[in-house]
């Protein structure tokens, strides 16, 4: 058979054509002088002549080339398999766009799991995100946030107790004078008021600002307008100001509520205005301790300041927000401030000194969630890695079938360079697929977050998927991309492509590197969901112990019943003892009601009154020789319906009323009366002034303000100390049977003593030990979804990287097996192949679980980051599930019929 | 012999009309239908479609049929369609004007 080509491409090598373009041509030219030829051996030429003749259909040296050049030099369309580097960078990238699309297209199934795991490691990390940027990143929604700042006051003599205060009335006042830092200073602080609407009355959470606290925050009044300085008075402060939402859901956004009045705590007020939607007032947690607002205020009222009653010293209850003026530091101000308060308390001759703190408003956020909500978003970076893992992994076992196409590109001109930007635009394209589906999924997965979280996290309201979590998303899905597909697009730049194209395409053996780095990826994986499920376990054995812990007191049966007394018509403690004597007694005689009691404030729902208690030969003069206490006032059976056990004396009865006696926890006996009877010994206390008790009973300690904190000293007692407004509190009652059956009797019981009196809250009391962990347990349960998810995607790495080795050595399993080897030693071979990755992952995963423990061992409660029982267990279950993973494939092996095995291929 | 100019291009769009053909297949009809006397070769042939296919009248394609050796079949394009009928027109009027100009009346 004659050799048409070089003959071709001798003629064509003036032109300098591409050599894909030039092989085309000689195959295409070369057929037709192999038919020309055949044509004229039928007519009976002998072969020598007939090739002379074809050849002469060449027609000379250069015709062919000059007859080519206008057609080809300037036109040459590369074939889109081959890969040759084009003239033009663009077109190339289409080029390969349009080839990774085709090459997805062809395997359904793997594009399939690609881009849904790729959508939700990317979709979880951006949803965590746009939590992270809402709440950690983004600025503050006022104006010029950086100039705002909190101010808090700190009486040195204190520290120990509360190392700072809110701001109080009179230095508010004084600072507004004196000080030149600041632009302005504006204070608030949180208030409830009842509001009647149809279907009864309702406990609305405000706050009482100050004229001034909307223009510091840069704020203004969508609809009306801003309160004026003279309304800040007593008597003058019958105005409210509506947030947008309440303004919404309440008057159906009707902007003629502007001038209209509306009724709260019985007394009229008048609208002056609504606030924009774009208006958040700071929280709690932002504005630091002992400050409290509501995350969902419905309205703002004026200060209703009482010049007549200034104490310089007492009644820190505001939250104080200050403007800096421009250019003006934080130390500055601070010295400026520092001075003034140096006055105050001289003027107030208290023996006590007074500083103050400044810290930006942006800073204050950033407080306890950062630590939760950056372990968080490592986590779920975590799982992002695996699914990179499981990734590159697919695609590495795609690399010996890519490898011979690959040798043909190159054969065909394709350089190594391009064959790498073909292989990652595939990723790429994966990326940006399920990127873009994760995108989606991170948007549900936002509104879920919401309205989950727990009530402790700040500016949740702000949290949403802005621009820049977008570029995050988009930023993660290239890198995601990039990360898993180097690897392979590495390997196959590396390998001898020669070799592949000899070898045949279905056969060619994994290289032992190909091996080995899939056994590292997946020691890799199982390292990552170790970690993800030691601290996830930490978490979890942290709430379990926290929900075990000894309160104090038992929950179980027992329902509470939140009022709130309007004071309008409970303007004194007679009143309110009226009410709840009556209460108590009504629900006494219900069906199935053990006993029943109130108290002003429950265990674990909230700090109560913190005063200081001390012996009365204790000098009254220095106040930081006092310890502080939590005072609650209860009624006599409030004890045995808590089960809140009488270590000695008794408690108070009903005949003891008005004679000043205590009952005190176990905790203040030990610190005021150690080794002493404290029955009958009188204390010094300071509740709206100083006043002596006399100690009659002791009981046993209880979780008073948090689970995780031990508990603290209580003084109980059965009246308020001072005639006063009175108290909203809390029924408790203890049933025979499930105390929620008890709710509608309590409820109608209550309705019927006094109709306006608001029921704020009817649920069990273990719902009310259960919400105090709330924080606790939503993270625990994101820390376990993470790594559950992580295990699952480990272990589907392990059941694809041991199953796709069994199948590439059906054949060597065979051969095996001819020779003798037992099923059972194939499965133990297969089985330690794919247990010796995991078994180093473990290792790993354990000591890097053992350093992130310390990372986290501020959240966690009554277990050491390195507990071992917790430790124990993961590494079991983590070893359980891959050995199923690596069993599954294995026993394939074992089935594996040498005869069929040594036919196939 | 002389060419009118186009013509080659003609023959060979006129030619595909019907069915998608490889280039010996076009070179062996030409060569049949005029007798002998008009013949293409290797080093003009493949020029010329090459340059239709890139103007977009032809469209080339590499087709394996079984038991025989990969061939690339050039068929008409929507183009080529349009382009034919408009020369295949343009000859016509050629011819008669011809015709009339020498004499040659149609019977």
């Given at each position: 058979m004659p050799e048409w080509k070089p003959e071709i491409l001798r003629r064509l090598a003036l032109l300098r054509l591409s050599p894909a373009r030039e092989a085309e041509i000689a195959d295409e030219l070369g057929q037709h002088l192999e038919d020309r030829y055949h044509e004229l051996l039928a007519t009976g030429q002998c072969e020598d002549a007939a090739f002379r003749t074809a050849i002469g259909e060449l027609k000379g040296e250069d015709l062919l080339a000059?007859?080519?050049?206008?057609?080809?030099?300037?036109?040459?369309?590369?074939?889109?398999a081959v890969g040759k580097d084009g003239n033009n960078f663009f077109s190339g990238i289409?080029?390969?766009?349009?080839?990774?699309?085709?090459?997805?297209?062809?395997?359904?199934?793997?594009t399939a799991v690609a881009v849904l795991t790729l959508a939700l490691g990317i979709g979880a990390n951006t949803a965590i995100f746009s939590v992270v940027n809402g709440v950690l990143l983004r600025p503050l929604a006022f104006q010029q946030s950086q100039q705002l700042c909190v101010i808090r006051e700190i009486v040195p003599q204190l520290t120990k107790f509360y190392p700072t205060f809110p701001a109080n009335l009179p230095s508010f006042r004084i600072w507004q004078q004196g000080l030149h830092s600041f632009e302005n200073i504006g204070i608030a602080a949180g208030i409830s008021m009842d509001f009647v609407r149809r279907g009864g009355a309702i406990e609305l959470p405000g706050a009482k600002v100050s004229s001034s606290l909307l223009d510091t925050l840069g704020a203004y009044p969508a609809l009306g307008r801003n309160f004026r300085?003279?309304?800040?008075?007593?008597?003058?402060?019958?105005?409210?100001?509506?947030t947008n939402s309440f303004w919404r859901s309440e008057f159906h956004a009707d902007p003629a509520i502007v001038g209209k009045a509306i009724t709260l705590n019985s007394e009229s007020f008048e609208v002056v205005g609504v606030l924009p939607t774009s208006f958040h007032f700071p929280q709690s947690s932002e504005l630091g301790a002992l400050t409290n607002f509501s995350p969902r205020l419905a309205f703002l009222k004026p200060l209703g300041e009482d010049p007549s009653q200034i104490d310089l010293m007492g009644d820190f209850d505001y939250a104080a927000i200050g403007r800096l003026g421009p250019g003006v530091s934080l130390a500055q101000a601070l010295s400026e401030l520092n001075v003034v308060q140096a006055q105050i308390a001289k003027q107030a001759n208290e023996h006590m000194d007074l500083g103050a703190e400044i810290i930006p408003l942006a800073s204050e956020?950033?407080?306890?969630?950062?630590?939760?909500?950056?372990?968080?978003l490592a986590a779920v970076g975590a799982v992002l890695l695996i699914v990179c893992v499981n990734l590159a992994n697919l695609l590495l076992a795609r690399v010996p079938r890519r490898l011979r196409e690959a040798a043909i590109r190159t054969a065909l001109g394709a350089s190594r360079a391009r064959l790498v930007r073909q292989m990652l635009t595939e990723s790429l394209l994966l990326g940006i697929l399920g990127g873009s589906l994760g995108i989606l999924l991170a948007s549900f997965g936002v509104s879920t977050f919401v309205s989950a979280a727990p009530p402790g996290v700040p500016r949740l309201a702000e949290v949403s998927i802005d621009g820049r979590v977008l570029l995050f998303a988009i930023v993660i899905s290239v890198v995601t991309a990039a990360l898993f597909g180097v690897l392979p697009a590495w390997h196959i730049a590396h390998t001898e492509l020669q070799d592949a194209l000899k070898?045949?395409?279905?056969?060619?053996?994994?290289?032992?590197?190909?091996?080995?780095?899939?056994s590292s990826l997946i020691g890799l994986e199982v390292a990552l969901s170790t970690v993800l499920l030691i601290l996830a376990g930490l978490f979890t054995s942290s709430l379990v112990h926290l929900l075990h812990v000894n309160t104090g007191f038992s929950a179980e049966h027992v329902l509470a019943t939140d009022v709130d007394l309007p004071p309008r018509s409970y303007s004194s403690n007679a009143a309110g003892e009226r009410f709840y004597d009556q209460a108590l007694a009504a629900i006494r005689t219900l069906p199935g009601v053990l006993s029943v009691g109130w108290i002003n404030q429950l265990p674990l729902a909230g700090e109560g009154t913190v005063s200081v208690i001390g012996l009365p030969s204790t000098n009254k003069a220095d106040v930081s020789n006092f310890p502080l206490a939590d005072f609650r006032v209860a009624s006599p059976d409030y004890f045995s319906t808590m089960e809140i056990p009488v270590v000695a004396g008794r408690i108070y009865t009903e005949a003891d009323r008005g004679r000043k006696l205590a009952v005190i926890s176990q905790r203040v006996a030990e610190r005021l009366w150690p080794g002493k009877d404290p029955r009958g010994q009188l204390c010094l206390i300071n509740w709206s002034g100083w006043k002596t008790f006399q100690v009659i009973g002791v009981v046993g300690d209880i979780r008073t303000v948090q689970m995780d904190k031990s508990p603290a000293m209580m003084v109980y007692m059965q009246d308020l100390p001072f005639d006063n407004v009175a108290l909203g509190g809390s029924i408790v009652v203890r049933t025979m049977m499930d105390p929620s059956g008890a709710a509608s009797g309590v409820r109608e019981a209550i309705n019927k003593i006094d109709s306006n009196v608001p029921i704020t809250a009817l649920r069990p009391m273990t719902e009310v030990i259960s919400k105090s962990v709330d924080t606790r347990r939503f993270?625990?349960?994101?820390?376990?979804?993470?790594?559950?998810?992580?295990?699952?995607?480990?272990?589907?790495?392990?059941?694809g990287v041991v199953g796709?080795?069994?199948?590439?050595r059906r054949q060597e399993l065979g051969i095996r097996m001819a020779l003798g080897a037992a099923r059972q030693d194939l499965l133990r071979m297969v089985l330690r192949q794919g247990m010796t990755p995991v078994i180093a992952g473990l290792g790993a995963g354990v000591v890097g679980a053992l350093l992130a423990g310390r990372l986290i061992s501020s959240l966690l409660f009554d277990i050491s980051a390195n507990d071992p029982v917790t430790l124990a267990t993961v590494v079991l279950v983590v070893a359980a599930v891959a050995l199923v993973a690596c069993f599954v494939p294995a026993r394939r092996a074992m089935r594996v019929d040498p005869i069929v095995a040594l036919r196939y291929e | 012999?002389?060419?009118?100019?186009?013509?080659?291009?003609?023959?060979?769009?006129?030619?595909?009309?019907?069915?998608?053909?490889?280039?010996?297949?076009?070179?062996?009809?030409?060569?049949?239908?005029?007798?002998?006397?008009?013949?293409?070769?290797?080093?003009s042939l493949y020029p010329l479609l090459y340059r239709l296919e890139r103007r977009g009248w032809l469209h080339g394609r590499w087709v394996e049929k079984s038991g025989q050796r990969r061939r690339r079949y050039y068929r008409l394009t929507r183009q080529g369609r349009r382009v034919l009928a408009s020369q295949l027109r343009g000859w016509r009027e050629f011819v008669v004007g011809i015709n009339r100009i020498t004499g040659v009346e149609n019977a």
């Open positions: 000059r007859g080519l050049r206008p057609v080809e030099t300037d036109w040459y369309r590369e074939p889109i289409l080029q390969d766009l349009r080839y990774a699309l085709r090459v997805l297209r062809k395997s359904p199934g793997f300085p003279d309304e800040d008075h007593l008597g003058r402060d019958h105005e409210v100001i509506l956020v950033l407080g306890p969630v950062r630590q939760s909500l950056l372990f968080l070898s045949g395409a279905t056969n060619t053996t994994e290289s032992r590197r190909t091996r080995r780095l899939r993270q625990m349960l994101l820390a376990l979804l993470f790594a559950v998810c992580a295990l699952f995607l480990a272990s589907l790495g392990i059941f796709y080795s069994v199948e590439r | 012999m002389e060419w009118k100019k186009g013509s080659a291009e003609l023959l060979i769009l006129s030619l595909v009309e019907a069915r998608p053909r490889h280039g010996y297949e076009i070179s062996k009809l030409i060569e049949q239908r005029s007798g002998g006397t008009v013949r293409f070769h290797v080093a």
